[in-house]
């Protein structure tokens, strides 16, 4: 845990520690947990997050729904998987 602990303090600003990390689906995480349409969040204790790359592939894709980005959605259509993680 300390070496998770660091990369998040490193690379993803963490301040505060939380109690816990719930990994969960992309239906549990919008429905059951919360009604955010966003699977990753935090509430005092916990952080909620799916680490299904494909379901975050989709919703950065839904975002540029009606605009012309074509370069920006080829680009989250093709990304490896390792390098999904990194952002």
Do not use: H
């Amino acid at each position: 845990m300390n070496e998770y602990q660091k990369i998040l303090e490193q690379e993803y600003a963490l301040v505060d520690i939380p109690k816990g990390i719930l990994w969960t689906t992309k239906e549990l995480a919008t429905t059951i947990f919360s009604v955010i349409p966003i699977p990753a969040y935090t509430n005092k204790d916990l952080i909620y997050m799916t680490p299904d790359i494909e379901s975050w592939q989709q919703i950065f894709i839904k975002q540029l729904e009606g605009k012309n980005f074509l370069m920006y959605k080829d680009f989250m259509k093709a990304v490896q998987r390792k390098k999904c993680l990194l952002y």
